[in-house]
């Protein structure tokens, strides 16, 4: 069985040929595998808010701040996850908290 890693290389794999549903499966794979791979969770997110899947990118998203709570940078792509979804309120609430992490604020 491959490990979450391999599964992740072979999801970029997949994407750089065009085939989004086939990486979007092997990352699903990878964070069943482990949870807390937060590079996969933020992957998906992309590939989801891509094909219109508001909820499934927002939950990815969501995934990658709460394994990464003090990354400045899971918490701006929050942002535009939320701001491409179109919602505004909640993309500038993660965005206040990426500012305030990134001033020291928090």
Same mark, same amino acid.
Do not use: W
């Given at each position: 069985?491959? /490990? ?11 994407? #750089? &040929? ?11 794979? @990878?964070?069943?595998? +482990? ?10 997110? &992309?590939?989801?808010? #891509? ?18 709570? +003090? #990354? /400045?940078?899971?918490? /701006? ?17 993660? &965005?206040?908290? @990426? ?6 604020? #928090?």
């Amino acid at each position: 069985m491959p /490990t979450p890693n391999e599964l992740y290389d072979e999801a970029v794999d997949l994407r #750089d &040929k065009g085939d989004h549903a086939g990486a979007i499966s092997k990352l699903e794979e @990878a964070v069943a595998a +482990d949870p807390a791979f937060a590079i996969a969770h933020g992957m998906l997110a &992309k590939l989801y808010v #891509d094909f219109a899947e508001v909820d499934k990118a927002i939950y990815h998203a969501k995934k990658v701040v709460e394994i990464e709570p +003090d #990354d /400045t940078f899971s918490y /701006t792509a929050l942002s535009v996850i939320y701001q491409r979804c179109g919602r505004i309120p909640e993309a500038e609430h993660a &965005k206040a908290i @990426a500012y305030n992490k990134q001033m020291g604020f #928090d």
